[in-house]
């Protein structure tokens, strides 16, 4: 294996959420960098997601979390995004029941707002956006997945709106999917690989010959 001296030996996750930091120690887990979390950065200050884009609230988070511990930081933010409900909740997907709301109380909210909604018209896609911010500069990928809206809650894994959403050409929601089938088709699994190969061609540590599809990767 070829190593450079690169600036991403070290990275922080903008996050203390355990099954998020464990997707993304899964995803680079191949890469030589070690990866660590707010967990290990009590002092590190909350940021107000306050932004009107994914893409602002992720940036913001990097910037914060790179300031504060001196290392790249990565951040992500997630919108889940229902057509019928013309883009909700979107960038509100965290605290759309409320600024305290759990998982649970968002699925509730959701569920009851598509109420009498046939499954013809529960179309929605998951989007996630991860932003790499540190001294040496920003980069911003994208994931997206295409599906629908169960009528109620399935399966005991995953997060968020995990219950409640299948993929387009599945039959499960992502919690009904082990971490490892979740990860190959999801929104933050596509924003992963696009950041995992912009890192293994840093490194030149199988690259593969074309970035995964559909992500992407852009300067910020």
């Known amino acids: 294996m070829k190593r450079a001296s690169m600036p991403y030996e070290t990275i922080v996750l903008a996050t203390r959420n355990t099954h998020k930091c464990d997707e993304i120690r899964t995803m680079l887990a191949a890469l030589p960098i070690s990866v660590r979390d707010l967990r290990e950065f009590p002092q590190c200050p909350e940021v107000d997601e306050d932004g009107e884009t994914l893409e ?15 290392f ?6 997630t919108g889940l995004e229902v057509y019928y409900l013309l883009g909700e909740p979107g960038v509100y997907s965290a605290r759309y029941a409320g600024p305290e709301a759990t998982y649970e109380d968002n699925n509730r909210k959701l569920l009851r707002r598509l109420t ?68 190959a088709v999801s929104h933050r699994g596509r924003a992963l690989a696009a950041l995992k190969y912009y890192l293994e061609n840093l490194y030149h540590v199988s690259v593969r010959s074309h970035p995964p599809e559909p992500a992407g990767g852009r300067n910020a």
Do not use: H, W
């Open 116 to 183: 009498q909604v046939p499954e013809r018209k529960r179309g929605a896609r998951f989007r996630c956006v991860i932003a790499l911010a540190g001294a040496t500069g920003e980069r911003v990928f994208e994931g997206l997945v295409e599906g629908s809206i169960a009528f109620e809650p399935r399966g005991k894994n995953g997060f968020g709106y995990d219950p409640i959403f299948v993929p387009a050409g599945s039959t499960k929601t992502f919690a009904e999917m082990a971490p490892e089938e979740k990860n």
């Open 72 to 77: 790249p930081a990565l951040a992500d933010d």
């Open 56 to 70: 602002e609230n992720a940036l913001k988070k990097a910037r914060v979390v790179s300031r504060f511990t001196g």
